[in-house]
């Protein structure tokens, strides 16, 4: 089974940018992507972006697109969210996660999760 740490979450203020880590281990032979979701207080988690791994494409939500950026690192086994002009409203806990699925848009096609990284964006 695959593990995955994320880490780099913290305070910023609007208009900053932070780094966010996912360190996947184990069995990381069978996964297609990485993606990135994040879950508000009260609010449903929701899609931000993943890096498909065999083709290094990245794909992103609109609410994100031109200020997120999706990289990794293979051989690190790394994968990266760089966010940059934040919004209050990006203040949430981000998870990484792993597919074998296409459907990586889809949080229900993940079968492995990290903890979670809080983001906190002040205005």
């Known amino acids: 089974q695959e593990q995955l740490v994320e880490s780099g979450g913290g305070l910023v203020q609007a208009g900053g940018s932070l780094r966010l880590s996912c360190a996947a281990s184990?069995?990381?032979?069978?996964?297609?992507?990485i993606g990135w979701f994040r879950q508000a207080p009260g609010k449903a988690r929701e899609f931000v972006a993943a890096?498909?791994?065999?083709?290094?494409?990245?794909y992103y939500a609109d609410s994100v697109k031109g200020r997120f950026t999706c990289s990794g690192d293979i051989v690190k086994n790394t994968v990266y969210l760089q966010m940059n002009s934040l919004k209050p409203e990006d203040t949430a806990v981000y998870y990484c996660?792993?597919?074998?699925?296409?459907?990586?848009?889809?949080?229900?096609?993940?079968?492995?999760w990290g903890q979670g990284t809080q983001v906190t964006v002040s205005s």
């Open positions: 996660a792993a597919t074998s699925s296409p459907r990586i848009e889809s949080d229900l096609a993940y079968d492995n």
């Open positions: 890096l498909v791994w065999r083709d290094g494409k990245t």
């Open positions: 184990g069995d990381t032979l069978s996964t297609y992507a």
